[in-house]
């Protein structure tokens, strides 16, 4: 076809069901046949420089040509996602109606900015039904965003509406407000204070409890002291599942001294939220109803192909208040029957257009239901709980922290030191990563090097975390004197 004709913008529908169907085969074979593959391959050196260098083509190529290159040169070279020995940082598998779904999206293409259209609803609806999910306020407002560090964004952003009586919004910040988070906060954390210009010095980063949670007791002397100095506190940024342990922090008696002192309570349930469904720690999450703000991602353990993070505040006018910025262009009247009924999604945050994330995550709840998702976080759990096991009978292997669906452990073969455990453990994790049998990520607790599995993928089965287990004890060198004593907390 003539690259410059018409035509090559609209498609006949002989066209769309050709390429659509090769589409399909290609998602259908990758997903099906993606336990057979290696659970990761990196890409080759010599082809990412090749695609560095490739010009802008002039002229544009046929479909086929072009799902030709996705096949061969893109499709086998993913981040293991998916693959069910794939146990790193917090990647699971898509679910397949959510992938179709992101295709329905796009056809639709609408900005979900707000209007009275079917998107904003189906929006609305599914931030209803996460809510449902994890038992949060039905007042609350809720947004979808790109991810957890967004969601973080968001919420510390209210917060320091709050905290200045919306006077931030005219004057800027005054150098005074403070943030609290363990040393086991995700980084996301950081990021938002420096980004809302509180700087990294107004993060107070308070050491973690022996099992790597939030220490009230240092959190209400830190306040008190900031007090006393003249500072305002802001706000406590705390977690619903730690990106390094999967530690829950200590949400009722946070939520307590948060109302007492009158600082804004931030959880990051990115992660951890679902565990809720799973009944050995629904008390303990079940507080996050008493957060001021919550991040959730739904890419994460709900398995919404990427990305589908979502932010809700309780205060939902103060969250307006926080971001709404109208323009006359953009300025509707409510009207249930016009163009604008309900306030426009794009108040509530920082983007104005706004992509149609929320058909996957709609499509995606509809699909498993809250009874699906408690199988497959009970069966994520159960796997932790079988690698942890495995990892305490092990001679050669040391369990360092478990929680949710994440397990941390170091190889540590009798006779090798102390001051030799670090390194050993960086080159197994670098080989088992390279040699496509299981894939965990590193990370490091107390000076530790430790590898790290996260379970959410309910494609995983027992034997894949069996595997898992002989593939790293298979990379541990052999021991050469007495077993070591335990290295804990
Ligand atoms: C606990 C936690 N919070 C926040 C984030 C940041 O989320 P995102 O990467 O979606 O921005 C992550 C990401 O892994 C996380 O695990």
């Not at 809302?196 to 010095?201: D, M």
Request: glycine share 8%.
């Amino acid at each position: 076809m003539d690259p410059l004709s018409r035509e090559r913008w609209e498609w006949s529908p002989e066209q769309i069901r050709q390429v659509g169907h090769r589409v399909i085969d290609l998602i259908a074979d990758h997903l099906s046949e993606l336990p057979d593959q290696p659970v990761f391959r990196p890409f080759p050196n010599e082809r990412a420089r090749a695609m560095l260098d490739e010009p802008l083509p002039h002229d544009g190529a046929e479909a086929d040509a072009i799902l030709d290159r996705f096949a061969a040169e893109i499709l086998p070279y993913p981040l293991g996602n998916g693959h069910p020995r794939f146990f790193g940082w917090v990647n699971g598998p898509p679910v397949v109606l959510g992938v179709l779904a992101e295709a329905l999206a796009a056809a639709m293409n609408p900005s979900v900015a707000g209007g009275n259209h079917a998107a904003t609803y189906v929006e609305r609806q599914a931030l209803e039904w996460l809510k449902q999910l994890v038992g949060l306020d039905r007042d609350a407002m809720g947004l979808l965003v790109s991810g957890g560090s967004a969601a973080t964004l968001i919420g510390l952003a209210a917060a320091r509406h709050h905290a200045t009586g919306g006077a931030v919004r005219r004057q800027g910040v005054d150098g005074r407000l403070v943030v609290y988070a363990s040393d086991q906060g995700h980084s996301a954390i950081a990021k938002a204070v420096e980004l809302l210009g509180l700087g990294s010095e107004r993060l107070r980063v308070l050491p973690s409890t022996a099992d790597w949670r939030l220490d009230p007791a240092a959190l209400g002397t830190a306040i008190d002291r900031d007090r006393a100095e003249g500072l305002v506190p802001m706000a406590v940024a705390a977690s619903a599942g730690t990106v390094n342990t999967g530690a829950i922090d200590p949400l009722a008696e946070l939520a307590e001294l948060c109302r007492e002192q009158g600082v804004w309570l931030h959880v990051d349930g990115a992660y951890g939220a679902p565990g809720i469904l799973h009944a050995g720690y629904r008390a303990e999450l079940e507080p996050l109803a008493r957060a001021d703000s919550v991040a959730l991602d739904a890419h994460k353990w709900l398995n919404v192909p990427y990305d589908a993070g979502a932010v809700f505040v309780r205060d939902a006018e103060l969250m307006r208040d926080a971001f709404s910025l109208v323009p006359p262009y953009l300025r509707e009247h409510a009207d249930p029957d016009g163009v604008t009924w309900l306030p426009w999604l794009s108040e509530y945050g920082l983007e104005q257009t706004r992509a149609f994330r929320a058909l996957k995550l709609w499509m995606s709840l509809a699909y498993h239901g809250r009874a699906g998702y408690t199988a497959s976080i009970g069966r994520d759990v159960a796997h932790a709980q079988r690698l942890a096991e495995l990892v305490v009978a092990h001679p050669a292997l040391e369990l360092v922290a478990h929680n949710l669906s994440i397990v941390c452990l170091r190889c540590v073969p009798a006779g090798v030191p102390e001051d030799e455990l670090n390194a050993l453990n960086e080159r197994i994790l670098r080989e088992l990563q390279l040699g496509g049998e299981a894939f965990l990520s590193g990370t490091t607790l107390d000076g530790r090097f430790v590898l790290r599995a996260c379970f959410v993928n309910p494609r995983t089965r027992e034997q894949d975390v069996d595997r898992l287990v002989a593939a790293v004890a298979r990379l541990s060198p052999p021991a050469t004197g007495s077993p070591p004593a335990p290295s804990g907390r």
